[in-house]
């Protein structure tokens, strides 16, 4: 009786202690009578690994279980005060087989299958993975899973991606023991490809070093779940491990994953948004370090009190270190952002387009940035000039959105632009520093905002009849701050805390930039935080109305009608639905509203007919499935179909979808997107230049002098494709040469500063020297304010920094080269008195006759060419030619005869050519008839 009682003692201390182990490891976790019974007769758990299930689980080389299932076992055991234990000898077929003769009792990372579902309980999911298939990147024949049907693929034995395609049997399965075996025979060739897990394939190729494998989403049956699989007999051990799971924190799992997985995008534009992003990472360090010892330069000084000559020279030191750090910044940049501008004018797509124009986005922004970074020891000097030009809000807004989607889609934050109608659009202003204030505002909020949100909000706060003041409210869910971080936030060079450098990174520089620039608008920057739970930044900022952009707006927007359009949208998110729905009560547009595709489908099979579709796209293949065949069946015309995306870089081309925009809506993208659709044309793809007809009709002559070869072909591409001919010099010696062999025909002088052999400055002087009229641009990165001051002193016609808006310097050059090639005297009435053996007497007489016999050429000639008559006209350009050789008209004489080559083809020219031979005979008329009159 005794031996009874002692026993039902030990019992239940055995059974007190493990209950107070595992209370003490989680007090969150609460087990029944049962599960606590079962744990004190069962603290070991054996537990089967597949060895080579990387980076979910695998033996590590010291015979270690690790991985991320390993790292969720461990917090596991801590809350439950079970323990762990396994065979790492066993490979994954072994374990399976001793799981089911159940000499193994939990599969700790497994797919669900139904043959192995007969003899294990399957736990929630706790982990989802994508499924992928791997193949050669020299494969062109494999795009997507359908491809593999009737062919033979690799996939790894008693794996879920087996019992996945016994559900396609017109594809044959080769099976491996390993994930590693069935690379490695895809690489060497033995297979056509692998069905496998996307994470796991790509950890192992990095770790083989197979650089020749590509990775295709396998989009059928969706994100694939991985379970924890217990022994059917041991129902209390699931409920356990479930507990378990369940207690693991999203911040918990979230820091096993970023240990473990490193994503990595699938796309071709990616390495190039990488290559951007490492290069404005490598330039704010280079610039943040820079400034520092400047900032360091300057507190020196005034510290020792120098003298004003020394001052003068550590200010001169100063520059020349700041204008050397620029030039090598801008040089490259001037590449990326010149390339991208050539690549806009190519054949793109609209997804390529835009990602082009992204690049190009954010090329100009980082030139702004530099600008302001290097201008930035000079705030206290108050010498940062701002633009007031008329901009439009939402070419801005665009911008900067578009800049910062990638940053936001990458970390999976949801942003929404908060718009009131009332906003005005049409203001004068400076559209670069808001940018940079916004932009440098979003990226604060997206560095330090893991999870959640970010809101930006445009809102007037005063209007009067040409002025206004608006808000952007920055808002986040981040990590916020408490009142002493907030205290050091504005100042440069500081940050929150270290502990926020060291994580996060940057200069400390941004914010007080931002601060700066808006109190030099005469605005004001605020801010309200919270401690875990996210900060709002808000700058307010008056501007100039343009009343004069608003009412060209204005007559825009009357003379289109869009009230005969009728519109379905397609859309789950309220918000996005009652935006899209306001704007098109603004634009007069008919609408009906459902909430999702199939609504929609059965809407249109009803016999309901619509314009446009405006669908909110999350599933490419739901879309084609459903709602574009119930179009296909109505058997009417289709509408137009326009989609709004979360994430553009993961949309896959679909024949059906006319036009993709990135949300969040913008006013004036949605409009112009609806002009394009219904034909109307897009107001902002016509860029204004001065004289551009004028420009592209006449042959100007550009020498571009630039020792850069890149710089070179930028500039070349960008010039030739005006109708411009271009000649290239290496360095300002060979640009000095070649224009005194060119300077009757040069029309203008583009010059790089910083050339070896001879800089820009030493042959501008030269070329000034020797003609003081032709115009000479200089293009440089280097236009601190005493490089400017040396290019006035030298008499330069203007200045472009690098890298350089390509519109810009179109526009630039077409105005004052135009201007001087109007200008240039078309007779070289030297030449023609020296014709005549030099007597100037007989010279004025023949050119007196000349001015009459033109005069009535000209009129006959354009009488010709109107009436079609090719040999008359041929003969007039022929008496024209040997007339203006005589004179000294030598560029009119080369155009008569290129006009009579022409026309006896039986060939008429074009317009432009036709036009271009008139005015430069007007202009030889005009200077004959001066010479005349002063003789």
């Known amino acids: 009786m005794r031996s009874q009682c002692r026993i039902k003692v030990c019992s239940f201390l055995m059974l007190f202690f493990v209950c107070s182990s595992i209370l003490g490891a989680e007090a969150k976790l609460q087990f029944s009578a049962e599960e606590l019974r079962f744990i004190a007769v069962h603290p070991q758990i054996q537990v089967g690994i597949d060895p080579k299930f990387t980076p979910f689980e695998f033996i590590t080389s010291e015979g270690k279980h690790g991985g991320i299932t390993a790292d969720v076992l461990s917090l596991i055991s801590e809350r439950t005060g079970l323990t762990f234990t ?210 360091r330069l300057r507190d020196a000084v005034k510290a020792k009190d120098a003298a004003q000559k020394q001052a003068q020279q550590a200010d001169i030191e100063k520059s020349r270190f700041l204008a050397r750090v620029s030039h090598e910044i801008r040089t490259p940049l001037n590449g990326i952002r010149g390339m991208s501008y050539l690549l806009e004018k190519t054949s793109l797509d609209a997804n390529q387009m835009r990602y082009v124009k992204t690049i190009s986005g954010a090329t100009q922004t980082m030139q702004s940035i530099i600008n302001d970074i290097l201008e930035f020891s000079r705030l206290d000097e108050d010498r940062i000039i701002l633009e007031n030009i008329p901009f439009a809000l939402d070419d801005v807004l665009e911008n900067c959105i578009s800049i910062e989607s990638y940053l936001i889609q990458q970390k999976g934050l949801h942003f929404r632009l908060n718009q009131p109608d009332d906003v005005p659009q049409h203001l004068v202003g400076d559209p670069t520093r808001l940018a940079q204030i916004l932009i440098n505002l979003l990226n604060n909020a997206v560095k330090f905002t893991e999870a959640g949100s970010i809101d930006l909000t445009v809102q007037v706060q005063t209007l009067a009849e040409q002025s206004c003041s608006l808000s952007f409210e920055v808002k986040d869910t981040g990590i916020g701050m408490n009142e002493q971080q907030m205290e050091n936030l504005f100042k440069p060079f500081v940050q929150a805390n270290a502990s926020i450098h060291r994580k996060y990174g940057g200069s400390g520089l941004g914010l007080s ?112 499935d459903t709602l574009m065949n119930s179009m296909k069946k109505t058997g009417l015309e289709r509408p137009k179909v326009l989609a709004f995306v979360h994430d553009d870089t993961q949309l896959k081309s679909s024949p059906f979808i006319d036009i993709v925009l990135p949300l969040p809506v913008i006013n004036s993208v949605l409009f112009n997107a609806l002009l394009h659709l219904f034909g109307k044309g897009v107001a902002d793809g016509q860029r204004s230049n001065p004289n551009p007809e004028a420009a592209a009709s006449v042959p100007l002559q550009i020498l571009v002098v630039e020792d850069n070869a890149t710089n070179q072909i930028i500039a070349k591409e960008i010039l030739q494709q005006q109708g411009w001919s271009v000649h290239l010099a290496n360095n300002g010696k060979v640009g000095y040469e070649m224009f005194l062999s060119m300077e009757d025909t040069l029309d203008l002088v583009l010059m790089d500063l910083h050339m070896d052999v001879m800089d820009g400055y030493e042959s501008s002087t030269l070329i000034r020297a020797k003609n003081e009229r032709v115009p000479i641009i200089i293009t440089s990165a280097d236009l601190m304010e005493t490089v400017q001051k040396q290019c006035r002193e030298i008499g330069v016609s203007d200045l472009i920094g690098k890298p350089y808006d390509p ?83 030598m560029q009119a004489q080369k155009l008569c005869a290129s006009l009579q080559q022409s026309l006896e083809k039986e060939s008429m020219p074009s317009q432009e050519s036709i036009a271009s031979v008139l005015r430069e005979l007007e202009q030889v008329l005009r200077e004959a008839k001066e010479y005349v009159s002063k003789a």
């Open 86 to 295: 396994y065979d790492p000898s066993l490979s994954w077929t072994e374990t399976v087989q001793k799981t089911r003769e159940r000499s193994i009792d939990l599969l700790s990372a497994v797919g669900y299958t139904q043959a192995r579902a007969q003899y294990m309980t399957y736990l929630e999911p706790y982990l989802h993975f994508q499924r992928a298939i791997i193949i050669q990147k020299s494969n062109s024949t494999i795009t997507s899973f359908k491809d593999l049907a009737y062919r033979q693929v690799a996939v790894q034995r008693d794996s879920s991606h087996e019992g996945f395609l016994l559900y396609y049997p017109d594809i044959t399965m080769r099976l491996y023991d390993t994930v590693e075996e069935a690379l490695l025979a895809v690489q060497h060739g033995e297979e056509l490809a692998f069905v496998g897990n996307e994470a796991t394939s790509i950890y192992l190729s990095r770790t083989l070093g197979l650089t020749d494998l590509q990775f295709i989403p396998i989009a059928e049956g969706g994100l694939q779940e991985l379970h924890m699989a217990v022994r059917s007999d041991w129902p209390q051990l699931a409920s356990i491990l479930q507990k378990g799971i369940d207690s693991i924190s999203e911040k918990e799992m979230k820091s096993i994953l970023d240990r473990w997985i490193r994503y990595e995008s699938r796309y071709d534009l990616a390495p190039i948004i990488r290559l951007v992003g490492i290069i404005v990472s490598i330039l704010v360090i280079i610039l943040g370090s820079s400034l520092f010892w400047v900032s």
């Open 807 to 889: 519109d810009q310097l179109i526009s630039k050059v077409a105005e004052l080269a135009l201007a001087y090639h109007q200008r240039r005297q078309s007779i070289d009435f030297e030449r023609g008195i020296f014709s005549i053996g030099g007597d100037k007497n007989l010279y004025t007489r023949v050119l007196t006759s000349f001015t009459s016999e033109l005069e009535q050429l000209l009129l006959s000639l354009r009488s010709a060419i109107t009436e079609q008559n090719l040999p008359a006209a041929a003969e007039l350009a022929h008496k024209a030619k040997g007339s203006c050789g005589a004179v000294g008209a």
């Open 513 to 624: 930039i931002v601060k700066a620039l808006v109190e030099k608008m005469g605005g004001t920057l605020t801010v309200t935080s919270e401690m875990g739970k996210g900060s709002a930044f808000t700058a307010t900022i008056p501007y100039t109305l343009d009343i004069q952009g608003s009412k060209e707006e204005q007559q825009r927007r009357k003379s289109i009608d869009f009230s005969a359009i009728k519109a379905l949208v397609v859309c789950s998110d309220r918000y996005l639905d009652e935006r899209i729905r306001i704007l098109f009560g603004e634009y007069k547009i008919q609408s009906e509203a459902v909430s999702s595709p199939s609504i929609a489908a059965k809407v249109l099979e009803s016999g309901n007919t619509f314009d446009i579709v405006v669908v909110e796209l999350t599933n490419i293949q739901a879309f084609s």
